[in-house]
C-alpha cells in the first residue's frame, strides 16, 4: 500500500468520524427534545421573557427547518467552524485551544511513564526464574489485573491522601505549570495504563521466550539479557506500540476524571463542565478534537510499530497486529 | 468447544484464582438481592453523635459526616451498583447483538458500512463517548445507564460481527449446509451457540468495566447523587472529607476495585473455559 493512499485512508476515517459525530449529536438532541435556547439562556431554569427566546432563537438559527439546520451545521464542522459555547458566548475553537495544550502533557507524561513502568515490570518479571519466578510472574498478574480495573479517581484520591495529605510531597492541586503539581495527576493516569499494557508486554516476551528465534540466538551462544533487549523486547513491544494509540483514547478519557479531581484545567475539565450544562456546541467540538487526536496518535503509533517490527516487509504482518491486538483488548 | 469436553473439566479449567473471583461475585450478587442478610441496618440511619467514627469493631468501615455506617451502606449499594452495571452491559450486548449479527450474516454492503461506523464510534474512548450522550439527555441513573451501555457497543459489535464472520464461514456450519438442513437450524444449532458462549465470557468483562465507568459519571455527578449508597456517589461524597476521615473514600473505592478486578478475572477464565 502506497503512503498516499494510506494517508488518504486516515483522513477518511478522521472526515467519517466528525460526520458520524456530528450527525449522531444533531438528531439525538432533537429528538430528545431538549430546546438549545434553554442552553444559550443560562441553562436549566432559565427565566428568560418570550421576547428573549424569540431572539436568541433567531441569532442561532434555530428558527430555521431542521434540515437547513442539520446541513448548516455540517458545512461549519467540515469547514471547521465549531460555532460559540452556548453557556460562554465564546468560539468553541478559542475554549478548546486554551485548553488543549494542558491536557496534552498531561497525556503524553502519562503515556511515556506508563511505558516506562510497563517495561521495566515486564523485564524484571522475566528475570526470575524458578519457583520464585511463579511467586513473582502471579503477583504481577494480579497487580496487573487490579492497576488496569483501578477507577482513576479512587486511585487519584489515595494518591493524595498519601503522598499529599500524609506525607506533604506534592501537593494535591495543580495550578499552573509547576513541575511538582504534575506529578500526581500523571501517576494517577499512568498507572491503569501501565498494567495494560504490562499484560501485553509480558505475553509477547513469554511468547518471544519460546519462539525458534529465542532458540537460535541462544544456540549461537548468545547470553540471556542479549536474547532479551536485542530479539525478544522488539517483538514483545508491536502490540503494546500498536495499542498505545488505543491506551491514549482511554487517557484521554482518564483525563476527564483527573482534571475534576485535581482541579487542573484542561479539554475534560472544558468538556465535563459543557456536559453539566448541556452546552452542545462546545462538548462536540471536544468529542470532534478527541477524536481527531486519537487518529493522529494511532497513526503515528502505525509508523513507530513499522520502524521497530524485525520482520521483513511481508503481506500479512498487518493481518497479524489487528489480530493480536483484538485479542489483547478482550 | 467440543462436545467432549465435560463439566468438571469446565469447572477445573476455571482455577484457583477463577473459582476464587467466581465466590466473590456470587456473593456480591447474594449482597445486591438481599442486603440485610449481611447488613441488617438501615443504610439511611442517621446518629449525628457518632460521625466520623473511624474504623473499628462496631462501624467495620467507619462512620460518615451524618454517623450513617459506611459498611451498612457499602453493602446496601451493591444492588445498585452491580444492577447498573449489568443494565448498561444488556444493553450494549443487546445492541451489539442486533448490529453484529446484521453485519455478520447480512449482505457483504451492509456488512462493509455497519463496519465503518462500528469502527468510528470504536475510536471514541467510551467515557468520552458516555459524556456526549449525557450531554444529550441529560443528567440523572437512566440516562448515564443508557450511556455507557450505548458507549460499549461499538466494542461488543466489532468482536460479535468477526466471531458471527468466522463462525458463518467455518467447515462445520458449511457441512451442515451441504446436508441440507434449514437455514435456521444451522444458526440455531451451529452459530448461536459457538457465537454466544464467547460473548458470556466478554460481557461479564464488561459488567466490571461498565461498573467502573458508570460509577466515575456518578463521581463527577452526573448520575446517582450523594444521598444515594451508589459506590461512585459514595466516593464523591466522602472526597470533601479526604483528610479527616479516609475510610469514606476508601471503602466505596475499593469495593469497586475488587468487584471489576473479579470479574476481569472471571471474565477471561471464562473466555479460556470457552476456547477449551
Known sequence: MSIFRWAAGRLGAAALVAWVVTTVVFFALRAAGGDPTEAILGGPGSQAGEDAVAQARSDYGLDRPLIVQYLVQMRRILTFQLGDSYARKQPVAELIGAQLGSTMLLAVCALALAWVIALSVATLATRAQGVLGRVVSGLVQAGEVTATVMPHFWLGAVLILVFSSTLGWFPATSVGASPAGLVLPVVTLAIPTAGFLGQVMRDGLDEAAASPFATTARARGASESRILWRHSLRHAALPAISLSGWSFGSLLSGAVVVESLFGRPGLGRLLLDATSTRDVPVVVGSVLVVALTYTVVTTMADGVERLVDPRPRGADRATDRTLRAEAAIV | ?276
Open chain 2, 1 to 276: 468447544m467440543t462436545a467432549t469436553t465435560t463439566r468438571p473439566a469446565r469447572l477445573r479449567a476455571l482455577g484457583v484464582t477463577g473459582a476464587f473471583a467466581l465466590v466473590f461475585i456470587l456473593l456480591m450478587v447474594v449482597a445486591a438481592v438481599w442486603p440485610t442478610l449481611f447488613a441488617p441496618g438501615d443504610p439511611d440511619a442517621i446518629d449525628p453523635r457518632a460521625a466520623f467514627t473511624a474504623p473499628g469493631l462496631a462501624h467495620w468501615f467507619g462512620t460518615d459526616e451524618s454517623g450513617r455506617d459506611v459498611f451498612t451502606r457499602v453493602v446496601h449499594g451493591t444492588r445498585q451498583s452491580l444492577g447498573i452495571g449489568a443494565a448498561a452491559t444488556a444493553i450494549g450486548v443487546g445492541l451489539a447483538l442486533v448490529i453484529g449479527l446484521l453485519a455478520g450474516l447480512g449482505p457483504r454492503r451492509l456488512d462493509a458500512a455497519l463496519s465503518r461506523v462500528i469502527e468510528v464510534l470504536f475510536a471514541l474512548p467510551s467515557l468520552v463517548l458516555a459524556l456526549l450522550l449525557v450531554a444529550v439527555m441529560g443528567k440523572g441513573v437512566t440516562p448515564t445507564l443508557i450511556a455507557v451501555g450505548l458507549a460499549t457497543a461499538p466494542g461488543y459489535a466489532r468482536i460479535l460481527r468477526s466471531q458471527v464472520r468466522s463462525v458463518a464461514g467455518s467447515a462445520y456450519v458449511e457441512a451442515a449446509r451441504l446436508e441440507g438442513q434449514p437455514a435456521l437450524l444451522v444458526f440455531g444449532r451451529h452459530v448461536a451457540p459457538n457465537t454466544l458462549w464467547p460473548l458470556v465470557a466478554i460481557a461479564t468483562l464488561g459488567v466490571g468495566q461498565a461498573i467502573v465507568w458508570v460509577s466515575a459519571l456518578s463521581f463527577l455527578g452526573l448520575g446517582a447523587l450523594p444521598p444515594s449508597p451508589e459506590w461512585g456517589a459514595m466516593v464523591n461524597g466522602g472526597r470533601v472529607y479526604l483528610v479527616r476521615a479516609w475510610w469514606l473514600t476508601l471503602a466505596p473505592g475499593l469495593a469497586i476495585t475488587l468487584t471489576a478486578a473479579a470479574l476481569t478475572v472471571l471474565g477471561r477464565r471464562l473466555g479460556r473455559v470457552a476456547a477449551a
